[in-house]
């Protein structure tokens, strides 16, 4: 069985190598690639079969000189997350297993964790982007901006955001030690959390005063523009004046979920469009049929990010809404995650997007039209009560004049 694994990690790594799109590979005729008595694949490319035939005698050279004995599916596993990390983009990442397993079950709602939402800053360290509200992490004190060193006295510098995830996930029930580095501090934090199931929500809403509609989107799922929309035909049906919609903290997620929530307020319009490196344009619109008739405000800050933006963007470029706070993070590429089929998976940045005005807003992020600056970590401490958030404040008075 051993054998039989390893032989299947080698065919994926010089699948791998050979093409960039699996559905549409086709053997030529050209070099043939052999493992032992059997030709698996031929390619045209020369270079390319030395260089699998490099790495293929470079395991061997491992598996018989190093001094421990190590599975060939491990040496493999490796082969291929290096060639991801050899792009030098933190957002391209192979997917073992465990990892893969882990971004499918984010996507489908729950997983077992510690409700921290992660990203990488501009020096490539894991940061914290937003703790869950009532989640393990929240619980124990973790804040927006705090950078995680170790995992369970783990250093984990170099290391890439899913294999990090991958760290502090674990079994419900049992615990993982953070040690954090927070603005102020001038020595490392260290944070005990006990892992439990997490079952995200993604949009909540309430009506403030003056009828004014509330809705927050924590994330973009595959579940979030059906939450939306339930939340939105409540407020309408209590006959809201204006709708404040709320992605602070929101690391993003997925286009087509933000893309259907924007065609529901915008009416005709372009709501994103993308262009890879060949030039190819995709142009996402919402159609003139659906239109919310309200005034907009739309809440952003430094960790609402990627698909928050688009959301943002296309709201302020179509003098939809008016946003309010502070400069938002400024992710402006756009990944596409494959199923490999095997349990593994993996994600490459294809493209770059742009908001309807034709703003890439990567390393820049989405300016406010009315600042409005917040302790980053306000908002996110257990006792902080909403009369003294000055952005949704200033959000609701900016709404209060729409109305009048």
Known sequence: MKNKKWYVVVILVIALLLVTNIATFVIANGVSIA??????????????AKYINKLLFLKDEIKSSYYKDIEDATLLTGALKGMFNAVGD??????????????????????????????????????????IEGSPGQKVGLLSGDLITKVNGEDIMGLNIEEVVSKIKGDAGTKVLLEIEREGSDKPIEKEITREEIVLKSVDSAILEDNIGYLSITQFETHTADEFKEHLNKLQKANIEGLIIDVRDNPGGMMNSVVEIVDQLIGESIIVYTEDKAGHREVMKSDKATKLDLPMVVLVNGASASASEIFAGALQDTDAATVVGMTSFGKGIVQRMSDLGDGTGYKVTVSEYFTPNGRNIHGKGIEPDITVEMPKDARLKADFDLKDDVQLNKAIEVMKEKVK
Request: aromatic share 10%.
């Open 35 to 48: 493992l032992g008595d059997k030709i698996v694949l031929k390619t045209d490319d020369v270079g390319t």
């Open 90 to 131: 933190p957002y391209t990442a192979y997917y073992d297993e465990e990892q893969f397993q882990t971004y499918t079950e984010q996507v489908q709602g729950s997983y077992v964790g510690i409700g921290v939402v992660v990203g990488i800053n501009d020096d490539n360290r894991i940061t914290v982007v937003s703790a």
